[in-house]
């Protein structure tokens, strides 16, 4: 919640949520790609924070759905769309450690960038849109 207090101040420099009127960027679903292009940069960030979040919260029922399966015969992956909007390839090598290490990594870079008082930097340069809208791009 403090990473999304953050960005919440940088809201307006980021871009706003055109997308979401009514207040922040909620999930809802699985995200597409071309949705993903529409996005603001604040609401990519938050969307991004706010999955992560529900990865860690939910990670042991995340972590043994997952049947190294691809994601149509899969249910963890199904679970993360629901949850995070994000999917992965949960078939390749590695999965459960993408799922373990994301929502850690997000943590400890925004920690680093709030130690060197950089988050404005964090936000605009953690966060790239070019990368695949998989949990694997987005951790990349």
């Given at each position: ?35 993903f292009a529409g996005y ?101």
């Open positions: 919640e403090a990473i999304l207090e953050e960005l919440r101040k940088r809201k307006d420099k980021l871009g706003g949520a055109p997308n979401f009127p009514d207040g922040d960027p909620l999930i809802s679903r699985k995200v597409t790609r071309a949705e603001s940069d604040y609401e990519y960030a938050f969307l991004t924070v706010q999955g992560m979040g529900r990865i860690q919260t939910n990670l042991s029922l995340l972590l043994g759905l997952n049947n190294n399966e691809p994601f149509r015969r899969n249910p963890g992956v199904m679970l993360l769309e629901h949850l995070t909007g994000m999917t992965m390839h949960a078939d390749r090598p590695g999965s459960n450690g993408v799922l373990n290490s994301a929502p850690t990594a997000l943590l400890e870079a925004y920690q680093q960038a709030k130690q060197h008082r950089d988050t404005h930097q964090f936000f605009t340069r953690a966060f790239d849109r070019q990368a695949d809208p998989c949990l694997e791009g987005r951790i990349s």
